[in-house]
């Protein structure tokens, strides 16, 4: 299958946002790779309070927020999540408290070479567990790692090699 983002010279951004409990805090993850499948960094964040739509966008704003950071300047965002990806494109659906965050980093996004795709749950299998990896951290700690932690290591073998994944545990 033709990766849409595995364009020469261009990075890709996987993000994951995740929310449990009945008072729902709020987590998500991002991996950053380039266009030969290598590892450019992850990260892993405790956002507090929020439903998991909040937590898909506040994944999205901080994968972009990370781009602005290091100076990339011709990305692909990739999500599980088709209101994010709708948002992208038609700005609608935006949770109110973040409009203005949501519109400074689509302002940032108009200014380079970014597109943003829905992937499968499936596809996304390192981001979600980077997601879920943040659950576990101090409220709004943001953790980053420039080599891949050990947790997410077989996701990006199988995400390198095409290998067909799924969420479910068959016994």
Known sequence: MLELCFIYNTVKLNCDGSSVGTHPCGAIGIVIRDSQFGFLGALSCNIGHATPLEAEF??????????????????????????????????????????????????????????????????????????RHGQGLSLFFLQWWPAPPSFIQSFLAQDRYGMSSSRLNIR
């Open 58 to 131: 506040c994944a999205c704003m901080i994968a972009i927020e990370k781009a602005m950071e290091l100076g990339l300047n011709n990305i692909c965002l990739e999500t599980d999540s088709l209101k994010v990806v709708n948002a992208f494109h038609k700005i609608v659906g935006i949770p109110w408290q973040m409009r203005v965050r949501w519109h400074n980093c689509i302002r940032f996004c108009h200014s380079i070479a970014c597109v943003c795709v829905h992937i499968p749950r499936e596809g996304n299998l390192v981001a979600d567990a980077l997601a």
